[in-house]
Structure formats: structure tokens, C-alpha cells
């Protein structure tokens, strides 16, 4: 039975920092703020200070989904973009704990959606003299950056306010979880939201014309509140209106059409507009130091969110020069093995294991060593590993993982679960035990793992709406949905937050499961009304829609 999850290589990255207010070098300051897929954090480098965005997926989206796959080429996609004023800066991407993060500059204004309303002057002598210019230069703006977008061959393919970030008022285009190479004979994937998506998309792919249609339905919702009158209203809607016509013929052909006329609105207005553009070096104080002074490191960077967007044969030829021109970097060597295990190139991987062996002398990366030589089925050097490793640091819920992930790879599941068993009793940690559980359920051992889990979130609130969502996909995926429905429904006596939606989702799904479709649509449709951009609560309507049609 896979355990993927458990058992990723990556997994053994944890050991480096298994704190619950941390991923990897970074400490936790805000989030997760959560959207359709993804969530994200607001985190600081703790060697530098620096700010930044750390995105990546919900739980339910892990591992080996469709969306998964989605997130990976997002990542490819966002971070071939050059630096741009009005794009947010992915930085890097990596693993941790078996998921995929994106590391993003952190843009503190909030979202376009939030600033609707907020462009049009409270003075009235002061509106009636600017009217709609602000606006406008908001709108050149995220024109200017749809413009750089395209002339590198790719469609956004989700644009909305709420992907809009603001930085001093300046837009920055964000959220690449649809966009696509326009030129690619294999590029239809289902994504947009409802009430942005051309009428055309229900019978071709996404494009740039469906790219402007979506951007003058955004056009509309930010000149709404402005009266017909004032400075350059008349002509930015007719704009808009123009780039929302239903025949895609009718539309402007590039968004270097838009950004001149609305230049040409801008030329006249009697005051300039008061929106600053992003310029300037905006790498972090750890990029630049890296960048000059660690040019290996950042090297290797880059391999690593290459890797981490499924971009498998350019990390490979980063790592092997890396390696060539450095022998002695560990890490390098260790993330190389790693992938040359995955495409079963063993011999190579322990070569690369045994050079970065004699190199460290570091905990987390020994016990990552020994936990790919575990994974290349190299049993006897991972024991002895283990075993020189504790002679001098102890026993340790960090062995005992290793120690699991051994008996893993050996078949021996009984194995893996008294090692994590024993990890529990040495740390008693709820991520030790969150892991411990997923591990019985996946044996088929779920009494034990309900009994896990229903511990895990009567002891730890952190987990939120994780434990329950967890233990109804046990209760449907054992025919118990009537336990399901009442998880499901005690968690929405909580307080939650934005995460009544994902569990009205949750609850669509328990119906729809059952056959119960009305009950599901009215699930799902609750879920909506909570966030009009859940995708799953969209489709989730959609299905039920057609399973009732069916019947």
C-alpha cells in the first residue's frame, strides 16, 4: 500500500525543524490565510529579518492530485517571469514535510477586491476636478503587467480583484495557480472563476482574449462607483465594455492596445494620477548576500525550485555542476541523490550519498542521508548510520522516524508503526502523532487511527479543521457516513473562520458520495456562498447538476 505522504524522501526535511510555528527556515508571524486550493502564510527569514509569502496547497490537494500537478507548474510558470513592476516576485520554491511551498515577496496592502470603492476622491471639489484618474492608472497599470505577461507566451488565465495585490495602491498581479504557455498544443485546464470566464471557454482554451475579457469584467467593478460625468469615466467603460463583448472578435487584440488608450485618457486628466509604480532592486537582503557572496547557494536555489516544479532534468544539469565545480556541497549532493532515486538511477544516487557522508558532520542532513540511503533500500548503511548516530546523540524522535522509514521500505509496516509509536512516546507531539495516524489508517488499522486522531483534536486546536476533515474521509471511505455527516457538522459549531466553506465543501462531498445530490448541491451551494471563488464548490454544483439531469 503507498504511503507517499508519510514516506516522501522530503519527508526527512522535518528533522531540520519540527516546530509547529516554523516551515523550514521560516517563522510563522501570520495565516494561513486560505483560498480556493491554497493557503498562505506570512513568514520572516530568521537570519535576515526579510518578509515574505509562503504559499502552498491544502491538505486535501496532497498528495499526487490533479491540483497538485497544478501547483507544480504554477511554480514553473510564475518563476520564469523577470522581475516586473506590477508582477509579484515569486523568489524560490522547495519541500518541506512532503509539500511543496512557493516563497513570494510579501505585498502588504491587501487586494484590489478589498480597495474597491476607495479610488474616487472623498473631497467632492477634488473628484469633481480628478474624477477616475487614480483609477485609471491602477487599470494602466495591471495592463502593463498583463502586456509583459503575455510577450513571454503565457495566459494568466484567473484574473480577478482578488489576484490583484496592492502595494502603496500600485497592482501587483499575483496567483499563476491557471496560467498556461498560450502557444502550447496541450494547454486546456479547467480554471477561472465564475462571472470572469469569456463565454467562449466552454468550447476552447484559455487565451489572451479571454485574458482581456476577464480584465474588463475587473475594468467595470473598479469604475463602478463613479459617476457618468467625471474625468475619464465615459471613455474607460467603453473601454471595458469593448474587452466584455461577447464575440471575441470585438475585443482589443493585446493589452498594449488597452494600456495606450487608457494613456491617451491619462494625457489629459488636470492632475497626475497618485499611484507610485514597484521599481527598484526588490530582492531581499538574504538574496543579495547569497548572490554575491554564496553564488553556489544560489545556485542551488534555483535547482531546488526547479525540482520543486517538476522541472526534473533542469535541476538535475544545475546539481551536476554544482556538484563539479564543488564537490564538497552537501546539500547539492543530498537533493541530487534524492532525485536519482526517484528515477531509480541507485547506483549514481549512492555515489553522490557516500561523498556527502564524508562531508558532514551536521544532524539533520546525517539523518537526511540516512533516510535516502533507507529509500535507495540501502538497509545496512542506514542502520549503521543510525546506529554511530545515536552512540553519540542519543535516541531521539528524529531517529525513530528514520528508524520507521526503514522499516517502510523494507515492507514491514508493523515495524514502521511501533518506531513512530515510539517517536510519540519520546516527544508526544502532535505532528509525531498526526503522522502516526495517517500511518494506521493507511494500514487499515482505523479504529486506532480514528482513536488517534479524535485525540490529536480534542488536545491540539492548532490542527483546526484538519483532524475533522480527516476523520470523515475515514467514516466515508468505511461506509460510516452517518458519522461523517455529524464530524462534519460539529465542526461547523466552531469557530472557524473562512474555513466554513472548505467544510461545507467537505460535507458536499459526503453526500454526493451517498447518491444524495440535492443534499450535496445544497452543500456546496452553501460553500459558495461563503466564497464565490471556491473552484470545488463549483464544480462540486456542477456535478450534482448533471447526476440529477441523469436520473
Known sequence: MARALLFAPSLIRLFNNQSMDRIGPYKIIAGPFAGGFGVVYKVFDTDSGDEFALKTLKDSF?????VLQAFRREVALWIQIPTYPNIVRAIKAFEHGGRPYVLMEWVSGGTLAQALGTFRPKQPELAA??????????????????????????????????????????PQISDFGFARIASSADNRIAGGTRGYMAPELADTS??????????????????????????????????????CSADPGDRPIAFSEIGAELSDILSTSPMPPAIPLHTGDRRSWSEKVIA???????????????YTAGLQEAAIEELRAIVA?????????ILLAEILIHRNETDSAISHLLAAKLCTNDSGRILNIAGLFAEAKQFAQANQMLNDFEKTQGVSPRTWQVRARIADRRGDISGAIDAYREAVRCSGGSDLRYALASLLREAGLIDQAVEEFTAIGRDDRDYGVKVPIMLA????????????????????????????????????YCYKEQGLYEAASKAYQSALKLDSDSHAAQEGIKFCLEALHRA
Request: aromatic residues 6%; charged residues 30%.
Open 292 to 306: 554575491d557572496a554564496l553564488p553556489d547557494r544560489q545556485r542551488f536555489n534555483s535547482a531546488l525550485t526547479k
Open 62 to 66: 496532497l498528495p499526487g492530485s490533479a
Open 325 to 333: 565545480g564543488n564537490p564538497k556541497m552537501v546539500d547539492a549532493r
Open 206 to 243: 484559455p487565451n489572451e482574449l479571454t485574458d482581456i475579457y476577464a480584465a474588463g469584467v475587473m475594468f467595470r467593478k473598479v469604475l463602478t462607483d463613479f459617476a457618468a460625468g467625471e474625468f475619464g469615466v465615459e471613455r474607460a467603460r467603453k473601454l471595458a465594455d469593448r474587452m
Open 473 to 508: 474521509r475515514i467514516y466515508v471511505d468505511t461506509d460510516r457516513y452517518d458519522d461523517a455527516v455529524d464530524e462534519l457538522r460539529a465542526c461547523l459549531q466552531r469557530d472557524i473562520g473562512d474555513e466554513r466553506a472548505y467544510i461545507y465543501c467537505e460535507l458536499g
Open 129 to 170: 476636478l480628478v474624477g477616475a484618474t487614480d483609477a485609471i492608472e491602477v487599470l494602466r497599470q495591471i495592463t502593463d503587467g498583463m502586456t509583459h505577461i503575455h510577450n513571454l507566451d503565457l495566459v494568466h488565465g484567473d484574473l480577478k480583484p482578488s489576484n490583484i495585490l496592492l502595494w502603496q495602491r500600485s
